[in-house]
């Protein structure tokens, strides 16, 4: 009799101890993003980012004022893009909310001073790099159709306006190929005229030309060991290709192959992921920290993860990687924006196309903040991942590739 008086009371408690756990890792996610986000959004939205955002350029800076102009809209675009599905969504605590509908505000602002050719914070929309960001602000938008519903006409007009001026831009003969493609995937998604053709040759050059096995794909004609399959290729295939296929299922045949490309390739991300919540430091852009997980970020978004991960192990692994790169001395300079950088200010790190702007790339982490608090990747109680399992001795089952 007492045995089960005392079940439904240890019952209570073990879930009210898995709430409380899910809502602090929630709220530490939410403090990272409300710390890089803010100066961006903010000084966006009150037409003072161009004045106030340092501008830092890589040591090998490869085009000073081409590289000056776009890294405004790289900061914007890379923020909004990795937000956006938090700011879609509508769960959270009343402290959530608050700061939800305080950065709904922000966004709104900012979309309009950024399009707005007599705004002061008007962004560079023509030239290479602005066709990449054009694509993360397009992803981002498609992310959070709020944001394009709750934008006025007007606003809504010079975003096409701003984005068709990237149609003047040829793309590089690589991952270059999905930021055009992004771009005319956005006006699809709207009901708005849209190139078609722009689509499918990006989409058709990895599907049937660029997979190279074992859930990744070259990055054009030549494999490079690097993050970009996460940062771009697969994640934009996935978005490129969900939005088409529910207009005239174009790529049904490709879908269930890259279906279970996406899968592999999140049991590789999440294996990277050291007991530390470091990784390996490999190929160009590193300096985007989190950015590296966009991928199994965006798997766990929707709800996409594999069998052999569990939601809780990926939140505890992309935990780990947030406080490794965040938490890291001098990640941010003393007015709270990014600093170039893996583990604190490490400038040398950069490409030639680095420079502050770009390093907002790491906001791409936080998609799983899209997911509600009760989810069960917030809810699940904490679980070791692969490589914690590992060097703690416990027994795992051996990885093997997918071919």
């Not at 009150?46 to 955002?53: A, G, I, R």
């Not at 505000?105 to 399009?115: E, H, R, Y």
């Not at 906001?363 to 060097?391: H, M, N, R, S």
Request: proline residues 5%; neutral net charge; glycine residues 6%.
């Amino acid at each position: 009799m007492i045995r089960k008086m005392l079940l439904p009371l240890l019952i209570f408690f073990i879930s009210g101890l898995q709430a409380q756990q899910a809502s602090t890792t929630r709220n530490v996610w939410l403090r990272y993003l409300d710390k890089i986000a803010r100066p961006v959004l903010t000084n966006l939205a009150n037409n003072t980012l161009k004045e106030k955002m340092p501008l830092v350029l890589s040591e090998r800076v490869d085009n000073k004022v081409a590289r000056t102009k776009a890294s405004y809209l790289e900061a914007f675009a890379r923020t909004l893009c990795g937000i956006a599905p938090w700011l879609q969504s509508g769960e959270g605590d009343s402290n959530e909310k608050k700061l939800r509908d305080e950065y709904r505000q922000l966004a709104l602002k900012s979309l309009a001073n950024a399009v707005d050719p007599n705004a002061k914070d008007y962004l560079q929309w023509s030239g290479g790099q602005p066709l990449v960001d054009a694509a993360f602000l397009s992803l981002g938008l498609i992310r959070c159709p709020w944001l394009w519903e709750n934008s006025d006409t007007a606003t809504q007009h010079k975003i096409q306006e701003a984005l068709l001026l990237t149609r003047n831009t040829v793309p590089a003969y690589s991952n270059w190929l999905l930021f055009t493609a992004m771009i005319e995937t956005f006006f699809c998604n709207y009901n708005l005229p849209y190139d078609k053709v722009r689509i499918d040759f990006a989409v058709k050059e990895f599907s049937n030309h660029w997979y190279v096995g074992d859930g990744m794909f070259s990055d054009g004609m030549e494999f490079h060991l690097d993050y970009y399959n996460s940062y771009v290729i697969q994640p934009y295939l996935q978005c490129i290709v969900s939005v088409i296929n529910k207009k005239d299922s174009s790529y049904k045949i490709f879908a269930p192959k890259l279906n279970k490309i996406s899968k592999r390739y999140a049991v590789i991300q999440e294996r990277m992921i050291n007991t530390d919540g470091s990784f390996p430091v490999t190929g160009r852009s590193i300096t985007y920290r989190g950015g590296a997980f966009h991928h199994l970020a965006n798997m766990a978004l929707l709800h996409q993860l594999p069998g052999e991960l569990d939601a809780a192990q990926v939140r505890e692994a992309l935990t780990a990687v947030l406080k490794k790169t965040l938490d890291a001395p001098e990640a941010f300079n003393d007015k709270g924006w990014l600093n170039i950088g893996l583990y604190g200010s490490q400038p040398g790190l950069a490409e030639g196309y680095i420079n502050t702007g770009s390093v907002y790339l790491c906001c791409q982490a936080f998609l799983p903040l899209g997911l509600p608090a009760t989810d069960e990747f917030w809810t699940k109680p904490a679980a070791p991942w692969t490589a914690v399992k590992i060097w703690s001795g416990q027994n795992v089952q051996a990885d093997h590739s997918i071919e």
